[in-house]
């Protein structure tokens, strides 16, 4: 049985990043094995309108994502929930909610029994309440 996470936002993106760094360390949670892979990868999805947090989370040695599971962009959403929603014109805003699906497909195939999804993110802000 199998979690997968997808964190939105800057909100969504730093609560997983303490979540993941929490149960990496030597502590007793039965749950652990729901949220990582065979090979302690975490079973996440990382998404946001700008690379700062997801590019520090990524850089840390220590965290377990696998890069090709994060999602962003360059132009950030201002804490503006329609270009959350809608993206900056053309269809960028739809392009990374398709990378964020296909992500998201992605690790649902690696699991072994697909249990559900554990949705972090924000409800103020742009990406984390309007993606």
């Given at each position: 049985m199998?979690?997968?996470?997808?964190?939105?936002?800057q909100f969504?993106?730093?609560?997983?990043?303490c979540?993941?760094?929490?149960?990496?360390?030597?502590?007793?949670?039965?749950?652990?094995?729901?949220?990582?892979?065979?090979?302690?990868?975490?079973?996440?999805?990382?998404?946001?309108g700008?690379?700062?947090?997801?590019?520090?989370?990524?850089r840390?040695?220590?965290?377990?994502?696998?890069?090709?599971r994060?999602?962003?962009e360059?132009?950030?959403?201002?804490?503006?929930w329609?270009?959350?929603?809608?993206?900056?014109?053309?269809?960028?805003?739809?392009?990374?909610v398709?990378?964020?699906?296909?992500?998201?497909?992605?690790?649902?195939?690696?699991?072994?029994?697909?249990?559900?999804?554990?949705l972090?993110?924000?409800?103020?802000?742009?990406?984390?309440?309007?993606?």
């Open positions: 199998s979690l997968v996470t997808v964190s939105v936002g969504g993106n730093q609560i997983s990043g979540l993941y760094r929490y149960l990496k360390q030597d502590t007793p949670f039965s749950g652990e094995r729901y949220l990582f892979d065979d090979s302690g990868f975490a079973r996440a999805v990382l998404v946001d700008e690379s700062k947090v997801i590019g520090k989370i990524l840390d040695k220590e965290m377990p994502f696998r890069a090709c994060a999602n962003f360059q132009s950030g959403r201002g804490n503006n329609a270009l959350g929603y809608y993206g900056r014109g053309g269809d960028s805003g739809m392009a990374l398709e990378r964020t699906l296909d992500a998201f497909r992605l690790e649902m195939e690696t699991c072994d029994s697909y249990r559900g999804c554990l972090l993110h924000s409800l103020c802000g742009g990406t984390g309440s309007g993606l």
